[in-house]
């Protein structure tokens, strides 16, 4: 499922945190942060940003260590700065049936929000264990769905602000090594700001998408 890993010296996203190859940042990287973004030179929404590692991880390491926390909050940060009118996506790609391209690790902000995610309906639950629930979707065009979210009332933008997400992210991994070990997609929609309420205040989940050849992300 991982795509071939060469290290940083053959890799893109690499490259472009020292400064080798251009890039249009958001938050450059430096000596005291661990994360940094910049713009996704494809054009296929309104915005589309990545958040990314300044050292190098694949997508598994990022996801299950605690630098997440710190990619997390400033993809939050990314999301309410440019899509926090329209709603937005947070969307981390795994193997080629996922369209991931790049090995570094990586979370895309992309305005809008998911009509997969809106019009999911739920099958079953799979299992409540340590604080997460584990439950079974049906979602268009997908052939496996779950999604994780903690048991205690919290809004997305709670989830992915806080050190919360690091445990969703560890059961989720620990779901698609059972169910969908050779490619999947995680993904969280944000509901667009309403009045006094920020965009995210919709209740806190982790997607996984996977089972097979999934779609393109937007």
């Given at each position: 499922m991982e795509?071939?890993?060469?290290?940083?010296?053959?890799?893109?996203?690499?490259?472009?945190?020292?400064?080798?190859?251009?890039?249009?940042?958001?938050?450059?990287?430096?000596?005291?942060?661990?994360?940094?973004?910049?713009?996704n030179r494809l054009k296929w929404a309104r915005v589309m940003l990545l958040v990314t590692p300044t050292v190098h991880l694949t997508q598994s390491e990022l996801w299950s260590s605690d630098v997440l926390t710190d990619a997390a909050r400033l993809a939050v940060d990314m999301g309410d700065k440019h899509c926090g009118d329209e709603g937005y996506r947070l969307?981390?790609?795994?193997?080629?049936?996922?369209?991931?391209?790049?090995?570094?690790?990586?979370?895309?902000?992309?305005?809008?929000?998911?009509?997969?995610?809106?019009?999911?309906?739920?099958?079953?639950?799979?299992?409540?264990?340590?604080?997460?629930?584990?439950?079974?979707?049906?979602?268009?065009?997908?052939?496996?769905?779950?999604?994780?979210s903690p048991t205690e009332t919290v809004s997305q933008r709670e989830m992915w602000r806080s050190d919360r997400i690091l445990d969703v992210s560890l059961a989720a991994?620990?779901?698609?090594?059972?169910?969908?070990?050779?490619?999947?997609?995680?993904?969280?929609?944000?509901?667009?700001?309403?009045?006094?309420?920020?965009?995210?205040?919709?209740?806190a989940g982790l997607f996984v998408f996977g089972g097979g050849q999934l779609g393109l992300y937007v």
């Open positions: 795509l071939p890993d060469y290290g940083s010296a053959d890799c893109v996203f690499c490259s472009i945190v020292v400064g080798n190859s251009e890039a249009d940042w958001e938050a450059r990287p430096s000596e005291d942060v661990r994360v940094a973004c910049f713009h969307i981390s790609n795994f193997g080629l049936q996922a369209h991931q391209s790049q090995s570094h690790g990586h979370i895309h902000v992309v305005s809008g929000t998911s009509l997969l995610i809106q019009n999911a309906v739920q099958k079953a639950e799979l299992q409540v264990q340590n604080g997460l629930s584990v439950d079974e979707f049906e979602v268009d065009e997908t052939p496996f769905s779950t999604q994780i991994l620990e779901t698609t090594r059972q169910y969908s070990p050779n490619g999947y997609r995680l993904i969280s929609s944000f509901e667009p700001m309403s009045g006094p309420d920020l965009a995210g205040s919709n209740p």
